[in-house]
T-cell receptor, first 114, second 118 residues
Framework: DQQVKQNSPSLSVQEGRISILNCDYT??????FLWYKKYPAEGPTFLIS?????DKNEDGRFTVFLNKSAKHLSLHIVPSQPGDSAVYFC?????????????FGTGTRLKVLA | KAGVTQTPRYLIKTRGQQVTLSCSPI?????VSWYQQTPGQGLQFLFE???????NKGNFPGRFSGRQFSNSRSEMNVSTLELGDSALYLC?????????????????FGPGTRLTVL
């Protein structure tokens, strides 16, 4: 059972435009959400996170939105740049059994066209 | 501050062999988690260690095991390798702040070990 889903395996966007990556989750106990970017042959790099007590968090060109009622989060990249081309993973975390548990989505490959 | 390091970066083994991968977390981080990444499957959680104790385990067979040392460095071992074990194995460390939510909950990943089983 996939608790964190990224339904779009790939996305292409023109340079300078907005990229919107989506993520849905099913577990209402998740209270912390993260986005990672991954280039080939490298480990995922942390981008931005959001706590469940917030609905928006911004860091430069990156903004994460959380809609708890819909169990949906999204990552907006504005403006998109060719260097943003990578695979993006969303992750959700909950406190359970004395530790934090992290569940990752399957990733969305973003291609920013110059 | 140095990031998470993993050794070796690349490994080729044959079926039936065993392999040990190593991970050194960010200095001060006490939680180390291991993930397996295969195409189309995202990151599958293997296990998490904190203060030398395994506190969380994913749905992998017993051939996959790990341990953590007193300096927080961690190793994972895969015995009796199968072709399907070919993957990128990622290690992540976190500060694991136990009060509130925030920076301490963020996992930072190493570059991974690419394991190929022939």
């Amino acid at each position: 059972d996939q608790q964190v889903k990224q339904n779009s395996p790939s996305l292409s966007v023109q340079e300078g435009r907005i990229s919107i990556l989506n993520c849905d989750y099913t577990n209402s106990m998740f209270d912390y959400f993260l986005w990672y970017k991954k280039y080939p042959a490298e480990g995922p790099t942390f981008l931005i996170s959001i706590s469940s007590i917030k609905d928006k968090n911004e860091d430069g060109r990156f903004t994460v939105f959380l809609n708890k009622s819909a169990k949906h989060l999204s990552l907006h990249i504005v403006p998109s740049q060719p260097g943003d081309s990578a695979v993006y993973f969303c992750a959700a975390s909950e406190w359970a059994s004395g530790t934090y548990k992290y569940i990752f989505g399957t990733g969305t490959r973003l291609k920013v066209l110059a | 501050k140095a990031g998470v390091t993993q050794t070796p970066r690349y490994l080729i083994k044959t079926r039936g062999q065993q392999v040990t991968l190593s991970c050194s977390p960010i200095s001060g981080h006490r939680s180390v988690s291991w993930y397996q990444q295969t195409p189309g499957q995202g990151l599958q959680f293997l296990f998490e260690y904190f203060s030398e104790t395994q506190r969380n385990k994913g749905n992998f067979p017993g051939r996959f095991s790990g341990r953590q040392f007193s300096n927080s460095r961690s190793e994972m071992n895969v015995s009796t390798l199968e072709l399907g074990d070919s993957a990128l194995y990622l290690c992540a460390s976190s500060l694991l702040a136990l009060s509130g939510r925030g920076v301490g909950d963020t996992q930072y990943f190493g570059p991974g070990t690419r394991l190929t089983v022939l």
